[in-house]
Protein backbone atom coordinates (compact mmCIF):
# COMPACT_ATOMS: atom_id res chain seq x y z
CA UNK A 1 0.00 0.00 0.00
CA UNK A 2 1.18 3.66 -0.49
CA UNK A 3 1.10 5.74 2.25
CA UNK A 4 2.49 8.33 0.29
CA UNK A 5 -1.59 8.54 -1.62
CA UNK A 6 -2.80 8.95 1.79
CA UNK A 7 -3.91 12.29 3.43
CA UNK A 8 -3.84 12.39 7.63
CA UNK A 9 -4.96 15.62 8.95
CA UNK A 10 -4.00 16.27 12.08
CA UNK A 11 -5.95 18.72 14.42
CA UNK A 12 -3.63 19.94 17.34
CA UNK A 13 -2.74 23.41 18.47
CA UNK A 14 0.05 22.89 20.09
CA UNK A 15 2.67 23.64 17.88
CA UNK A 16 5.79 21.66 19.24
CA UNK A 17 2.95 18.45 19.05
CA UNK A 18 2.77 19.66 15.38
CA UNK A 19 6.24 19.16 14.63
CA UNK A 20 6.27 16.18 16.13
CA UNK A 21 3.35 14.21 14.64
CA UNK A 22 4.44 15.77 11.11
CA UNK A 23 7.94 14.12 11.73
CA UNK A 24 6.84 11.21 12.97
CA UNK A 25 4.08 10.65 9.68
CA UNK A 26 6.04 11.91 7.16
CA UNK A 27 5.05 8.61 5.25
CA UNK A 28 1.82 9.89 4.75
CA UNK A 29 0.63 13.39 3.16
CA UNK A 30 0.56 14.99 6.54
CA UNK A 31 -2.32 18.23 7.10
CA UNK A 32 -2.12 20.32 10.07
CA UNK A 33 -5.03 22.61 11.41
CA UNK A 34 -4.95 24.03 15.57
CA UNK A 35 -8.57 24.86 15.51
CA UNK A 36 -12.09 24.02 14.20
CA UNK A 37 -12.18 26.27 11.41
CA UNK A 38 -9.13 25.58 9.76
CA UNK A 39 -9.37 21.58 10.40
CA UNK A 40 -12.91 22.07 8.60
CA UNK A 41 -11.28 24.07 5.55
CA UNK A 42 -9.18 20.82 5.10
CA UNK A 43 -11.32 18.39 5.39
CA UNK A 44 -13.10 20.20 2.36
CA UNK A 45 -10.09 21.15 0.92
CA UNK A 46 -8.09 18.38 0.79
CA UNK A 47 -11.14 15.01 1.80
CA UNK A 48 -8.15 13.53 4.10
CA UNK A 49 -8.98 9.64 5.10
CA UNK A 50 -7.94 9.82 9.01
CA UNK A 51 -8.12 12.42 11.25
CA UNK A 52 -6.46 12.75 14.42
CA UNK A 53 -7.98 15.31 17.07
CA UNK A 54 -7.23 17.28 20.12
CA UNK A 55 -10.55 17.40 22.24
CA UNK A 56 -8.89 20.77 23.84
CA UNK A 57 -8.81 23.11 21.19
CA UNK A 58 -9.07 27.22 20.94
CA UNK A 59 -10.79 29.11 21.90
CA UNK A 60 -11.37 26.78 24.91
CA UNK A 61 -7.99 24.33 25.05
CA UNK A 62 -8.98 23.21 28.24
CA UNK A 63 -12.40 22.35 27.97
CA UNK A 64 -13.69 19.84 25.16
CA UNK A 65 -16.77 21.39 23.49
CA UNK A 66 -14.58 22.98 21.33
CA UNK A 67 -13.24 19.66 20.02
CA UNK A 68 -16.96 17.70 20.09
CA UNK A 69 -18.12 20.07 17.66
CA UNK A 70 -15.35 19.68 15.08
CA UNK A 71 -15.64 16.08 15.38
CA UNK A 72 -19.70 16.25 14.86
CA UNK A 73 -18.98 18.61 11.62
CA UNK A 74 -16.21 16.23 10.32
CA UNK A 75 -18.80 13.41 10.65
CA UNK A 76 -21.43 15.29 9.05
CA UNK A 77 -19.44 15.85 6.23
CA UNK A 78 -17.68 13.06 5.26
CA UNK A 79 -19.39 10.69 7.38
CA UNK A 80 -16.39 7.66 6.09
CA UNK A 81 -13.75 9.84 7.65
CA UNK A 82 -12.05 7.56 10.43
CA UNK A 83 -11.54 10.07 13.46
CA UNK A 84 -8.95 9.54 16.20
CA UNK A 85 -9.45 11.18 19.30
CA UNK A 86 -6.94 12.41 21.61
CA UNK A 87 -7.38 11.55 25.08
CA UNK A 88 -5.35 13.33 28.27
CA UNK A 89 -4.74 12.14 31.58
CA UNK A 90 -8.41 11.84 33.50
CA UNK A 91 -10.03 12.42 30.01
CA UNK A 92 -11.06 8.81 29.32
CA UNK A 93 -15.04 9.57 29.67
CA UNK A 94 -14.46 11.96 27.32
CA UNK A 95 -12.80 9.66 24.56
CA UNK A 96 -15.10 7.03 25.34
CA UNK A 97 -17.55 9.89 24.80
CA UNK A 98 -16.48 10.59 21.77
CA UNK A 99 -16.36 7.01 20.70
CA UNK A 100 -20.19 7.10 20.77
CA UNK A 101 -20.28 9.78 18.55
CA UNK A 102 -18.82 8.37 16.32
CA UNK A 103 -14.93 8.25 16.42
CA UNK A 104 -12.83 5.36 15.20
CA UNK A 105 -10.98 5.33 18.03
CA UNK A 106 -8.88 7.34 20.76
CA UNK A 107 -5.09 8.10 21.56
CA UNK A 108 -3.83 8.44 25.21
CA UNK A 109 -1.53 11.55 25.86
CA UNK A 110 1.32 12.31 26.25
CA UNK A 111 2.06 10.81 23.37
CA UNK A 112 3.29 7.55 22.19
CA UNK A 113 4.69 7.76 18.69
CA UNK A 114 4.35 4.18 17.79
CA UNK A 115 1.30 3.56 19.59
CA UNK A 116 -0.52 6.33 17.60
CA UNK A 117 1.19 4.90 14.50
CA UNK A 118 -0.06 1.43 14.89
CA UNK A 119 -3.56 3.02 15.02
CA UNK A 120 -3.71 5.35 12.50
CA UNK A 121 -1.83 3.01 10.25
CA UNK A 122 -4.91 0.17 11.20
CA UNK A 123 -7.35 3.27 10.62
CA UNK A 124 -5.88 3.87 6.48
CA UNK A 125 -6.32 0.07 6.03
CA UNK A 126 -9.75 -0.19 7.40
CA UNK A 127 -11.05 2.56 5.35
CA UNK A 128 -9.13 1.23 2.13
CA UNK A 129 -11.61 -2.28 2.70
CA UNK A 130 -14.76 -0.57 3.63
CA UNK A 131 -16.25 0.06 0.13
CA UNK A 132 -15.24 -3.33 -0.91
CA UNK A 133 -16.57 -5.23 2.17
CA UNK A 134 -19.84 -3.23 2.47
CA UNK A 135 -21.54 -5.08 -0.35
CA UNK A 136 -20.04 -8.76 1.46
CA UNK A 137 -21.14 -7.22 4.79
CA UNK A 138 -24.86 -6.55 3.21
CA UNK A 139 -25.06 -9.78 2.09
CA UNK A 140 -23.78 -11.52 4.59
CA UNK A 141 -26.19 -10.14 7.09
CA UNK A 142 -28.95 -11.28 5.19
CA UNK A 143 -30.91 -14.53 5.61
CA UNK A 144 -30.77 -15.79 2.26
CA UNK A 145 -34.07 -17.91 2.54
CA UNK A 146 -36.84 -19.64 0.00
CA UNK A 147 -35.71 -18.37 -3.85
CA UNK A 148 -32.66 -16.36 -2.62
CA UNK A 149 -35.09 -14.52 -0.89
CA UNK A 150 -32.89 -11.85 1.37
CA UNK A 151 -34.61 -10.35 4.52
CA UNK A 152 -33.80 -10.14 7.98
CA UNK A 153 -37.11 -8.87 9.26
CA UNK A 154 -39.04 -11.27 11.84
CA UNK A 155 -42.06 -10.40 9.86
CA UNK A 156 -40.93 -11.91 6.84
CA UNK A 157 -38.56 -14.84 8.63
CA UNK A 158 -42.03 -16.15 9.40
CA UNK A 159 -42.91 -16.55 6.09
CA UNK A 160 -40.12 -18.09 5.15
CA UNK A 161 -40.40 -20.49 7.99
CA UNK A 162 -43.60 -21.49 6.92
CA UNK A 163 -43.11 -21.91 3.46
CA UNK A 164 -40.01 -24.21 4.66
CA UNK A 165 -42.01 -26.11 6.48
CA UNK A 166 -45.02 -26.73 3.76
CA UNK A 167 -42.98 -27.22 0.85
CA UNK A 168 -42.42 -31.05 1.53
CA UNK A 169 -46.34 -31.44 2.01
CA UNK A 170 -48.36 -31.81 -1.10
CA UNK A 171 -50.85 -28.93 -0.44
CA UNK A 172 -52.03 -26.56 -2.42
CA UNK A 173 -50.86 -23.26 -1.34
CA UNK A 174 -52.16 -19.37 -1.58
CA UNK A 175 -50.03 -16.45 -1.37
CA UNK A 176 -51.85 -13.51 -0.69
CA UNK A 177 -49.75 -9.84 -0.94
CA UNK A 178 -49.55 -6.71 -2.35
CA UNK A 179 -47.95 -6.35 -5.72
CA UNK A 180 -44.09 -6.21 -5.64
CA UNK A 181 -43.72 -8.20 -2.60
CA UNK A 182 -42.06 -11.78 -4.15
CA UNK A 183 -44.88 -13.91 -4.10
CA UNK A 184 -43.08 -15.72 -7.37
CA UNK A 185 -39.90 -15.85 -5.54
CA UNK A 186 -41.46 -17.67 -2.47
CA UNK A 187 -43.50 -19.89 -5.42
CA UNK A 188 -39.81 -20.77 -6.79
CA UNK A 189 -38.85 -21.38 -3.55
CA UNK A 190 -41.16 -23.43 -2.20
CA UNK A 191 -41.27 -25.23 -5.03
CA UNK A 192 -37.48 -25.57 -4.59
CA UNK A 193 -37.70 -27.17 -1.38
CA UNK A 194 -40.02 -29.59 -2.24
CA UNK A 195 -39.77 -33.43 -3.34
CA UNK A 196 -40.94 -31.96 -6.91
CA UNK A 197 -38.11 -29.68 -7.74
CA UNK A 198 -36.69 -32.13 -10.20
CA UNK A 199 -39.44 -31.11 -12.42
CA UNK A 200 -40.34 -28.40 -14.40
CA UNK A 201 -41.67 -25.09 -12.24
CA UNK A 202 -44.28 -23.40 -14.73
CA UNK A 203 -45.52 -19.53 -14.08
CA UNK A 204 -48.56 -18.07 -15.48
CA UNK A 205 -50.18 -14.33 -14.73
CA UNK A 206 -53.88 -15.26 -15.18
CA UNK A 207 -54.10 -11.22 -15.23
CA UNK A 208 -51.94 -10.83 -18.00
CA UNK A 209 -53.52 -13.16 -20.69
CA UNK A 210 -57.39 -12.13 -22.53
CA UNK A 211 -60.27 -14.11 -20.68
CA UNK A 212 -60.64 -15.90 -24.24
CA UNK A 213 -57.12 -17.28 -24.11
CA UNK A 214 -56.84 -18.33 -20.72
CA UNK A 215 -58.21 -21.31 -20.99
CA UNK A 216 -56.23 -22.49 -23.92
CA UNK A 217 -53.31 -21.45 -21.77
CA UNK A 218 -54.09 -23.23 -18.72
CA UNK A 219 -55.56 -26.42 -19.95
CA UNK A 220 -54.11 -27.02 -24.18
CA UNK A 221 -55.97 -27.46 -27.14
CA UNK A 222 -56.01 -30.05 -29.79
CA UNK A 223 -55.62 -29.46 -33.18
CA UNK A 224 -58.85 -27.65 -35.33
CA UNK A 225 -59.97 -26.64 -32.03
CA UNK A 226 -60.57 -23.43 -33.05
CA UNK A 227 -59.16 -20.96 -36.09
CA UNK A 228 -55.43 -20.82 -36.09
CA UNK A 229 -55.30 -24.22 -33.50
CA UNK A 230 -52.81 -25.73 -36.31
CA UNK A 231 -51.25 -28.46 -34.01
CA UNK A 232 -52.02 -29.82 -30.54
CA UNK A 233 -50.44 -28.04 -27.67
CA UNK A 234 -49.67 -28.98 -23.95
CA UNK A 235 -51.39 -26.06 -21.53
CA UNK A 236 -49.30 -24.84 -18.23
CA UNK A 237 -51.36 -27.73 -16.32
CA UNK A 238 -49.79 -30.55 -18.48
CA UNK A 239 -46.07 -28.54 -18.53
CA UNK A 240 -46.06 -28.53 -15.01
CA UNK A 241 -46.55 -32.35 -14.98
CA UNK A 242 -44.59 -34.36 -11.77
CA UNK A 243 -43.82 -30.58 -11.11
CA UNK A 244 -44.99 -26.57 -9.97
CA UNK A 245 -47.40 -24.75 -11.30
CA UNK A 246 -48.13 -21.22 -10.10
CA UNK A 247 -51.15 -19.43 -11.06
CA UNK A 248 -50.27 -15.32 -10.24
CA UNK A 249 -53.07 -13.87 -9.64
CA UNK A 250 -55.60 -16.26 -9.29
CA UNK A 251 -58.37 -14.10 -8.54
CA UNK A 252 -59.04 -12.88 -11.97
CA UNK A 253 -59.54 -16.09 -13.35
CA UNK A 254 -62.66 -15.70 -14.79
CA UNK A 255 -65.67 -17.91 -12.81
CA UNK A 256 -66.98 -20.15 -16.47
CA UNK A 257 -62.82 -21.20 -16.05
CA UNK A 258 -63.17 -21.18 -12.13
CA UNK A 259 -65.59 -24.27 -12.26
CA UNK A 260 -63.00 -25.74 -14.66
CA UNK A 261 -60.48 -25.03 -12.58
CA UNK A 262 -62.17 -26.80 -9.44
CA UNK A 263 -62.94 -30.21 -11.54
CA UNK A 264 -59.02 -30.21 -11.88
CA UNK A 265 -58.15 -30.04 -8.78
CA UNK A 266 -61.12 -32.51 -7.46
CA UNK A 267 -59.98 -35.09 -10.00
CA UNK A 268 -56.40 -34.82 -11.24
CA UNK A 269 -57.42 -34.66 -14.86
CA UNK A 270 -58.13 -32.28 -17.71
CA UNK A 271 -59.32 -32.19 -20.97
CA UNK A 272 -57.57 -29.93 -23.61
CA UNK A 273 -59.90 -26.94 -25.58
CA UNK A 274 -61.67 -29.45 -28.04
CA UNK A 275 -60.95 -32.32 -27.06
CA UNK A 276 -62.58 -35.33 -25.38
CA UNK A 277 -59.93 -36.94 -23.42
CA UNK A 278 -59.46 -37.18 -19.64
CA UNK A 279 -55.97 -36.66 -19.06
CA UNK A 280 -54.14 -37.29 -15.79
CA UNK A 281 -52.00 -34.64 -14.65
CA UNK A 282 -49.70 -35.26 -10.96
CA UNK A 283 -49.13 -31.09 -10.55
CA UNK A 284 -48.87 -29.16 -7.64
CA UNK A 285 -51.02 -25.74 -8.10
CA UNK A 286 -49.74 -23.16 -5.85
CA UNK A 287 -51.62 -19.75 -6.36
CA UNK A 288 -51.07 -15.71 -5.76
CA UNK A 289 -53.14 -12.85 -5.77
CA UNK A 290 -52.93 -8.80 -4.38
CA UNK A 291 -57.02 -9.56 -3.87
CA UNK A 292 -58.90 -9.82 -0.76
CA UNK A 293 -60.36 -13.19 -1.90
CA UNK A 294 -62.92 -13.01 1.13
CA UNK A 295 -64.45 -10.25 -0.02
CA UNK A 296 -64.44 -11.49 -3.82
CA UNK A 297 -66.31 -14.82 -2.74
CA UNK A 298 -68.45 -12.96 -0.66
CA UNK A 299 -69.31 -10.82 -3.52
CA UNK A 300 -69.81 -14.29 -5.86
CA UNK A 301 -66.82 -13.06 -7.98
CA UNK A 302 -64.29 -16.18 -6.94
CA UNK A 303 -66.37 -19.84 -5.90
CA UNK A 304 -66.51 -20.60 -2.49
CA UNK A 305 -65.49 -24.27 -3.28
CA UNK A 306 -62.41 -23.44 -5.37
CA UNK A 307 -61.17 -21.14 -3.23
CA UNK A 308 -60.89 -23.97 -0.20
CA UNK A 309 -59.35 -26.37 -2.62
CA UNK A 310 -56.60 -23.83 -3.73
CA UNK A 311 -55.55 -22.24 0.06
CA UNK A 312 -55.44 -25.32 1.82
CA UNK A 313 -52.37 -23.56 3.09
CA UNK A 314 -52.61 -19.29 3.33
CA UNK A 315 -49.22 -17.68 3.69
CA UNK A 316 -49.77 -13.41 3.66
CA UNK A 317 -46.62 -11.90 2.88
CA UNK A 318 -45.91 -8.46 4.53
CA UNK A 319 -45.17 -5.23 2.72
CA UNK A 320 -42.08 -3.82 2.45
CA UNK A 321 -43.16 -0.94 4.81
CA UNK A 322 -43.84 -3.77 7.18
CA UNK A 323 -40.28 -5.52 6.83
CA UNK A 324 -38.32 -3.28 9.66
CA UNK A 325 -34.49 -2.70 8.16
CA UNK A 326 -35.42 -4.89 5.04
CA UNK A 327 -35.36 -1.78 2.59
CA UNK A 328 -31.97 -1.01 3.33
CA UNK A 329 -31.00 -4.50 3.40
CA UNK A 330 -32.35 -4.92 -0.12
CA UNK A 331 -31.21 -1.85 -1.36
CA UNK A 332 -27.63 -2.33 -0.92
CA UNK A 333 -27.91 -6.27 -2.44
CA UNK A 334 -29.51 -4.75 -5.62
CA UNK A 335 -26.58 -2.18 -5.91
CA UNK A 336 -23.93 -4.62 -5.77
CA UNK A 337 -26.20 -6.89 -7.80
CA UNK A 338 -26.47 -4.05 -10.76
CA UNK A 339 -22.81 -2.64 -10.08
CA UNK A 340 -21.66 -5.78 -11.11
CA UNK A 341 -24.13 -6.57 -13.95
CA UNK A 342 -23.39 -2.68 -15.72
CA UNK A 343 -19.71 -2.79 -14.52
CA UNK A 344 -20.45 0.23 -12.64
CA UNK A 345 -18.02 1.77 -10.06
CA UNK A 346 -20.24 2.15 -7.80
CA UNK A 347 -19.76 0.59 -4.12
CA UNK A 348 -22.56 1.41 -2.14
CA UNK A 349 -25.03 3.81 -0.41
CA UNK A 350 -24.60 7.32 0.70
CA UNK A 351 -25.90 8.29 4.42
CA UNK A 352 -28.37 10.52 2.99
CA UNK A 353 -29.60 7.35 0.35
CA UNK A 354 -29.93 5.29 3.55
CA UNK A 355 -31.96 7.61 5.32
CA UNK A 356 -34.22 8.26 1.98
CA UNK A 357 -34.61 4.77 1.66
CA UNK A 358 -35.97 4.37 5.39
CA UNK A 359 -38.33 7.02 5.20
CA UNK A 360 -39.98 6.29 2.01
CA UNK A 361 -43.54 3.88 2.12
CA UNK A 362 -42.35 1.74 -0.93
CA UNK A 363 -45.64 1.71 -2.14
CA UNK A 364 -44.62 -0.57 -4.99
CA UNK A 365 -42.33 -2.92 -2.21
CA UNK A 366 -39.49 -4.90 -3.35
CA UNK A 367 -40.48 -4.23 -7.67
CA UNK A 368 -40.65 -0.19 -6.99
CA UNK A 369 -37.25 -0.17 -4.73
CA UNK A 370 -35.00 -2.40 -7.59
CA UNK A 371 -36.22 -0.33 -10.53
CA UNK A 372 -34.86 3.02 -8.29
CA UNK A 373 -31.77 1.06 -7.24
CA UNK A 374 -31.25 0.19 -10.70
CA UNK A 375 -31.57 3.06 -12.16
CA UNK A 376 -29.59 5.23 -9.37
CA UNK A 377 -26.71 3.05 -10.82
CA UNK A 378 -27.08 4.37 -14.17
CA UNK A 379 -27.17 7.50 -12.65
CA UNK A 380 -24.83 7.63 -10.10
CA UNK A 381 -21.91 10.15 -11.03
CA UNK A 382 -19.73 8.85 -7.29
CA UNK A 383 -18.99 5.76 -5.83
CA UNK A 384 -22.06 5.89 -3.91
CA UNK A 385 -25.51 6.07 -4.72
CA UNK A 386 -27.04 9.22 -3.45
CA UNK A 387 -31.13 10.17 -2.22
CA UNK A 388 -30.48 12.76 -5.42
CA UNK A 389 -30.06 9.51 -7.50
CA UNK A 390 -33.03 7.42 -6.10
CA UNK A 391 -35.09 10.48 -7.21
CA UNK A 392 -37.66 9.72 -4.38
CA UNK A 393 -40.26 12.48 -3.47
CA UNK A 394 -39.23 15.05 -0.89
CA UNK A 395 -35.88 13.28 -0.73
CA UNK A 396 -32.98 16.47 -0.06
CA UNK A 397 -30.27 17.03 -2.12
CA UNK A 398 -27.29 16.59 0.25
CA UNK A 399 -24.72 19.41 0.40
CA UNK A 400 -21.48 18.61 -1.69
CA UNK A 401 -18.41 18.12 0.78
CA UNK A 402 -16.56 20.66 -1.91
CA UNK A 403 -17.15 23.42 -5.12
CA UNK A 404 -14.42 20.92 -6.52
CA UNK A 405 -16.94 18.30 -6.30
CA UNK A 406 -19.91 20.11 -7.20
CA UNK A 407 -18.26 21.44 -10.16
CA UNK A 408 -16.74 18.17 -11.46
CA UNK A 409 -20.88 16.21 -10.96
CA UNK A 410 -21.91 19.69 -13.00
CA UNK A 411 -19.33 19.18 -16.04
CA UNK A 412 -19.93 15.09 -15.58
CA UNK A 413 -23.55 15.96 -16.48
CA UNK A 414 -23.06 19.27 -19.17
CA UNK A 415 -20.61 16.97 -21.08
CA UNK A 416 -22.89 13.50 -21.47
CA UNK A 417 -25.99 15.91 -22.30
CA UNK A 418 -23.75 17.36 -25.12
CA UNK A 419 -22.35 13.92 -26.59
CA UNK A 420 -26.21 12.71 -26.63
CA UNK A 421 -26.93 15.49 -28.66
CA UNK A 422 -24.14 15.18 -30.85
CA UNK A 423 -25.01 11.81 -31.19
CA UNK A 424 -21.39 10.76 -29.85
CA UNK A 425 -19.68 13.09 -32.22
CA UNK A 426 -16.39 14.40 -30.60
CA UNK A 427 -16.09 17.57 -33.04
CA UNK A 428 -19.41 18.19 -32.89
CA UNK A 429 -19.98 17.93 -29.18
CA UNK A 430 -16.68 19.87 -28.45
CA UNK A 431 -18.60 22.69 -30.50
CA UNK A 432 -21.33 22.53 -28.33
CA UNK A 433 -19.50 22.76 -25.65
CA UNK A 434 -17.53 25.78 -26.48
CA UNK A 435 -13.82 23.94 -26.20
CA UNK A 436 -11.31 22.05 -27.83
CA UNK A 437 -11.05 18.56 -29.38
CA UNK A 438 -8.15 18.09 -27.01
CA UNK A 439 -9.69 19.57 -23.97
CA UNK A 440 -12.54 17.56 -24.30
CA UNK A 441 -10.80 14.43 -24.45
CA UNK A 442 -9.24 15.66 -21.14
CA UNK A 443 -12.70 16.05 -19.65
CA UNK A 444 -13.77 12.78 -20.69
CA UNK A 445 -10.65 11.05 -19.33
CA UNK A 446 -10.58 12.62 -16.48
CA UNK A 447 -14.51 12.20 -15.70
CA UNK A 448 -14.11 8.29 -16.91
CA UNK A 449 -17.07 9.03 -20.49
CA UNK A 450 -17.05 7.54 -23.67
CA UNK A 451 -18.59 8.68 -26.63
Known sequence: ????????????????????????????????????????????????????????????????????????????????????????????????????????????????????????????????????????AALGSANNGPGGLITAAPEMLKVTRTIERVAAADVSVMLLGASGTGKELLARGLHDLSPRKAAAFVAINCAAIPDTLLESELFGHEKGAFTGAVKTTEGKIEQAQGGTLFLDEVGDIPLPLQVKLLRFLQERVIERLGGRKAIPVDTRIVCATHQNVDAMVADGRFREDLYYRLAEIVVRIPSLAERAGDAGLLARHFVAKYARAMHSGVTGLSPDALAAIDAWGWPGNVRELENRVKRAVIMADGKLVTAADLDLPGAATALPLNLKTAREATDRDVIRNALARAEGNISHTAKLLGVSRPTLYDLMKNYDLHA
Open 1 to 136: MNNRAQKLLIVEDDAGLQRQLRWAYDGYEVLIAGDRASAIDLLRAEEPDVVTLDLGLPPDPDGVAEGFATLAMILALKPDTKVIVASGHGARESALRAIGAGAWDFYQKPIDIDALGLIVSRAFHVHALEAENRRL
